[in-house]
C-alpha cells in the first residue's frame, strides 16, 4: 500500500486502499456523506470545541456533515453569535437558545444545502467573526483546501478571509486528495482537525507547512 500510494496510484483509508485520480470533480451527495465516516466526525466535533472562541464571541459555521456534528454538541452556557449560510445548519443552530443566529440566503446547492451566488459572497465581505469552522472535499499540501463547486469555493475563500482564525474539520479520507477547485492555501488555515486514522506522513507534511494539526 504505501508503494501505491508513494507512486499515486491508491490512497490509503481505515482497513485498505482505493484508487486514486489526480483530480476529483465528483462528490458524494448529504445523505451518502451523513453514513460516511460517523464515528469520526463525532470525535472531530468534540475536539474542534477546544477552538471556540469566548462567551459572547463570534463563529461562522459552513454548511456540512462534520459542522454539523460541531453544532450539536455547542455546550448550552456558552453565548454565541453564529453566521452560517448552510441551510441545515441554520435550521440546526436556530434551536439553541444560547445562540444569535445570522444567516446568509442565496442560491442553494442542493447536493450541500449550502448558499453561493454573488450574494452570498457580498453579504460574507461585510462580516468579520473571531472564528470560522470549515469543512472541504480535500486537503493536501501542494494543492491546499479543494472542493468541487466554484460557487461553493468563492464562498468558503471570503470566509476564510473574514474570520480571525480558520478551524478546518475534515475526517482523514479527506487528506492527500485534490478536488477541481482551490479555496484557500495550507498557509491560509490555523488549524486542521482530523482523526486518528490520519496517515502520519501526511499530519507530518501538514505540521512541517504550518498547519497545527489535532488527532481526534
Same mark, same amino acid.
Given at each position: 500500500?504505501?508503494?501505491?500510494?508513494?507512486?499515486?496510484?491508491?490512497?490509503?483509508?481505515?482497513?485498505?486502499?482505493?484508487?486514486?485520480?489526480?483530480?476529483? #470533480?465528483?462528490?458524494? +451527495? @448529504?445523505?451518502?456523506? /451523513?453514513?460516511?465516516?460517523?464515528?469520526?466526525?463525532?470525535? *472531530? &466535533? !468534540? %475536539? =474542534?470545541?477546544?477552538?471556540?472562541?469566548?462567551?459572547?464571541?463570534?463563529?461562522?459555521?459552513?454548511?456540512?456533515?462534520?459542522? #454539523?456534528?460541531?453544532? +450539536? @454538541?455547542?455546550?448550552? /452556557?456558552?453565548?454565541?453569535?453564529?453566521?452560517?449560510?448552510? *441551510? &441545515? !445548519? %441554520? =435550521?440546526?443552530?436556530?434551536?439553541?437558545?444560547?445562540?444569535?443566529?445570522?444567516?446568509?440566503?442565496?442560491?442553494?446547492?442542493? #447536493?450541500?444545502?449550502?448558499?453561493?451566488?454573488?450574494?452570498?459572497?457580498?453579504?460574507?465581505?461585510?462580516?468579520?467573526?473571531?472564528? !470560522?469552522?470549515?469543512?472541504?472535499?480535500?486537503?493536501?499540501?501542494?494543492?491546499?483546501?479543494?472542493?468541487?463547486?466554484?460557487?461553493?469555493? #468563492?464562498?468558503?475563500?471570503?470566509?476564510?478571509?473574514?474570520?480571525?482564525?480558520?478551524?478546518?474539520?475534515?475526517?482523514?479520507?479527506?487528506?492527500?486528495?485534490?478536488?477541481?477547485?482551490?479555496?484557500?492555501?495550507?498557509?491560509?488555515?490555523?488549524?486542521?482537525?482530523?482523526?486518528?486514522?490520519?496517515?502520519?506522513?501526511?499530519?507530518?507534511?501538514?505540521?512541517?507547512?504550518?498547519?497545527?494539526?489535532?488527532?481526534?
Amino acid at each position: 500500500l504505501a508503494a501505491l500510494e508513494r507512486r499515486g496510484l491508491a490512497r490509503r483509508v481505515h482497513g485498505g486502499a482505493v484508487a486514486r485520480s489526480s483530480v476529483q #470533480a465528483v462528490e458524494l +451527495d @448529504l445523505r451518502e456523506r /451523513e453514513a460516511r465516516q460517523s464515528p469520526q466526525k463525532q470525535r *472531530i &466535533a !468534540a %475536539a =474542534a470545541l477546544a477552538f471556540l472562541p469566548p462567551v459572547d464571541g463570534s463563529i461562522i459555521v459552513d454548511a456540512g456533515t462534520s459542522t #454539523a456534528a460541531l453544532i +450539536d @454538541l455547542l455546550p448550552d /452556557e456558552h453565548t454565541l453569535t453564529a453566521v452560517t449560510h448552510g *441551510i &441545515a !445548519a %441554520a =435550521a440546526q443552530l436556530s434551536r439553541l437558545e444560547q445562540v444569535d443566529l445570522h444567516v446568509i440566503g442565496g442560491q442553494v446547492r442542493g #447536493a450541500t444545502g449550502a448558499a453561493i451566488g454573488a450574494g452570498t459572497v457580498a453579504a460574507y465581505e461585510t462580516v468579520g467573526v473571531d472564528v !470560522a469552522f470549515l469543512g472541504a472535499n480535500g486537503l493536501s499540501v501542494e494543492r491546499g483546501l479543494t472542493t468541487v463547486d466554484f460557487g461553493e469555493a #468563492a464562498v468558503k475563500r471570503t470566509i476564510v478571509a473574514r474570520a480571525g482564525r480558520t478551524v478546518v474539520l475534515a475526517d482523514s479520507s479527506k487528506l492527500d486528495t485534490d478536488y477541481l477547485v482551490t479555496f484557500a492555501p495550507i498557509t491560509s488555515v490555523d488549524v486542521l482537525v482530523t482523526d486518528t486514522d490520519a496517515p502520519a506522513e501526511c499530519v507530518a507534511r501538514l505540521r512541517d507547512a504550518g498547519m497545527e494539526v489535532v488527532l481526534a
